[in-house]
């Protein structure tokens, strides 16, 4: 069945990076869209990058651009996200995601368009 496995969060310092995995099964990676998503208690779900099935297309949210790089190996039928730089406010639960998507070039931004979700990691940043 499909399966999004998280890992790579933990507890760390502000200033400090970690990177997030997500391992993909189940389905043909190479052909789904991969976002990843963040949710801070008390607030809503918030995008935070995505990356085309390609690899082509990549889309960041302002509040971690230049510190957060995305990218995939769909070979391995893998994602990841490098976190520099952290601060206390990019604490928070980390999902994956992934979407099919025909057009290899477009990288979707959306939550709700999303269909597969992994359970997600925690990613706690001390100041």
């Known amino acids: 069945q499909v399966q999004l496995v998280e890992s790579g969060g933990g507890l760390v310092q502000a200033g400090g990076s970690l990177r997030l995995s997500c391992a993909a099964s189940g389905f043909t990676f190479s052909s789904y869209s991969v976002g990843w998503f963040r949710q801070a208690p008390g607030k809503e779900r918030e995008f935070v990058a995505s990356i085309s099935s390609s690899g082509a297309t990549t889309r960041y949210a302002d509040s971690v651009k230049g510190r957060f790089t995305i990218s995939r190996d769909n070979a391995k039928g893998t994602g990841t996200l490098q976190m520099d730089s952290l601060k206390p406010e990019d604490t928070a639960v980390y999902y994956c995601?992934?979407?099919?998507?025909?057009?290899?070039?477009?990288?979707?931004?959306?939550?709700?368009?999303?269909?597969?979700w992994g359970q997600g990691t925690q990613v706690t940043v001390s100041s």
């Open positions: 995601a992934a979407q099919y998507i025909r057009l290899t070039v477009v990288a979707l931004t959306a939550a709700d368009k999303y269909e597969y």
